[in-house]
């Protein structure tokens, strides 16, 4: 089946910093990747979509200065959090598909702004 | 906009038994619904899922139902087993501009008892 990895799996940095996180298709090109925010017993929130070699789209209320998304080819998207705060602490997950086929996701990242 | 509802929010089943997760959606327009696993600290992993031009479909002890009339699709799980303890997310499609996103139920958290 479809695989997508994600890494880190987590991440512990001071405030301040940026942090960068990958998303990849393994065995299929993905045209759109999608990345989520996830807060504990919650359910999955839509933070961007992002088309391969297109700028991302964003959801109300995301800031795009701070979470910084490429595509640049059709394997590849990441996700950069600039001068990372601990609000920002939480669980990141990405999904890759092809036009209206399923979405498959990566395994996710925890990060830990102290 | 679209909302999806999802019940209950927490399900114990004893092993063995069946168990039956149910969601309902607004919009009509939504054609595609997906069922989602997912474990703790890993990402969701696609289980089952139903296109609108189907009322059912099953995998094994997974199955699937969608009544599109009344907005309704569930999922349905038998001879329960302890790996199938998780949270479970249904989903439904929606197109924005060229893309498929996907709005999700609350969750459900499924507890399998020995």
């Known amino acids: 089946g479809a695989v997508v990895s994600q890494h880190p799996s987590w991440v512990i940095c001071k405030s301040g910093t940026s942090v960068k996180i990958e998303c990849r298709s393994l065995?299929?090109?993905?045209?759109?990747m999608f990345w989520y925010r996830q807060f504990p017993k919650q359910s999955l929130m839509l933070m961007a979509t992002s088309n391969e070699g297109s700028k991302a789209t964003y959801e109300q209320g995301v800031e795009k200065d701070k979470f910084l998304i490429n595509h640049a080819s059709l394997t590849l998207s990441t996700l950069t959090v600039t001068s990372a705060h601990p609000e920002d602490s939480s669980f990141y997950i990405c999904s890759a598909t092809i036009s209206n086929q399923p979405q498959h996701f990566g395994d996710g990242t925890r990060l830990s702004i102290l | 906009g679209e909302n999806v509802e999802q019940h209950p929010s927490t399900l114990s089943v004893q092993e063995g038994d069946s168990a039956v997760i149910k969601c309902t959606y607004s919009?009509?327009?939504?054609?595609?619904f997906p069922w989602y696993k997912q474990e703790l600290g890993k990402g969701p992993q696609l289980i089952i899922d139903?296109?609108?031009n189907v009322g059912e479909k099953k995998d094994q002890r997974i199955a699937v139902t969608l009544n599109k009339t009344a907005k309704h699709f569930s999922l349905h799980i038998t001879e329960t087993q302890p790996e199938d303890s998780a949270v479970y997310f249904c989903?439904?499609?929606?197109?924005?501009?060229?893309?498929?996103?996907?709005?999700w139920g609350a969750g459900t958290k499924l507890i399998i008892k020995p």
């Open positions: 065995d299929f090109q993905a045209t759109t």
């Open positions: 919009d009509s327009a939504s054609n595609y």
């Open positions: 139903i296109r609108s």
């Open positions: 989903a439904a499609s929606r197109r924005v501009d060229s893309n498929y996103q996907l709005i």
